[in-house]
């Protein structure tokens, strides 16, 4: 049974503030999203790779995927279009299992991607890699002033990869985006069709590369997993 793996790398990095979009800024000795497929190809070697990209990315090159199956699509306004149109644009059966992955998380490792993929496979609404919030959480008031403390024992920061069956996922996403509601991950639109994705704990190193000293902090951990 063929596995899909999504990728979005479509956004432009903005809160990076750099020349270029932040999946092609050098880390180490290639950019990050070579790191990112290295990782989910050493996991799933044979799976076929749907790689979102801007139409118009300057920087992109295919010697930075080494699936053997793989194609490339449009990219849309939002990460959850862009997503939509991966499932749009392959020949998938219903129960056929989809990751979706974030390109900018390239320190995912290979435990953490086969626990995900075992969970998402043997739950019916799917799953995706988390992590226990540590820190103390405040509701913040728009003026900046905290109101109150949150109970973190019920919370979890979402990371990915997120995994669920095409046509839940298809429908999740399509339903979303007819009622104009704007997700951050796959997981807010299968929940918003009342299933409930299992959490799936994760690293605290699959770090999600955003503001610009993430990289020195990405390239950091890298090196700390390969020793
Ligand atoms: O900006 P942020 O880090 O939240 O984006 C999450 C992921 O979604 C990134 O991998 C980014 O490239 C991707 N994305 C996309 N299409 C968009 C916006 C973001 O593929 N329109």
């Given at each position: ?212 000293d993430d990289l020195a902090l990405a390239a950091a951990i890298l090196t700390s997993q390969l020793t």
């Open positions: 049974k063929p596995l899909w793996l999504v990728v979005p790398a479509a956004g432009q990095g903005r809160r990076m503030a750099a020349d270029r979009p932040k999946q092609y800024l050098p880390l180490l000795d290639r950019p990050v999203l070579a790191h990112t497929l290295e990782r989910l190809h050493s996991a799933f070697p044979q799976a076929r790779l749907i790689l979102c990209l801007d139409d118009d990315d300057r920087w992109f090159t295919p010697e930075w995927v080494p699936f053997a199956q793989w194609q490339r699509v449009s990219g849309g306004a939002e990460r959850m279009d862009s997503v939509l149109n991966a499932l749009n644009a392959i020949d998938a059966q219903d129960n056929d299992l989809v990751l979706i992955h974030d390109v900018a998380r390239p320190c995912v490792t290979q435990s953490d991607l086969l626990a995900l993929y075992q969970a998402a496979e043997c739950h019916a609404a799917g799953a995706l890699l988390a992590m226990p919030v540590a820190d103390t959480m405040k509701r913040a008031s728009a003026s900046g002033t905290s109101l109150h403390t949150e109970p973190r024992d019920a919370l979890w920061h979402a990371l990915t990869p997120q995994g669920f069956r095409y046509r839940q996922l298809y429908r999740a996403l399509s339903d979303a985006r007819q009622r104009g509601t704007l997700i951050t991950d796959e997981a807010s639109a299968v929940e918003a069709l009342g299933d409930a994705p299992q959490l799936v704990p994760g690293r605290r190193d699959n770090l999600k590369v955003t503001h610009p």
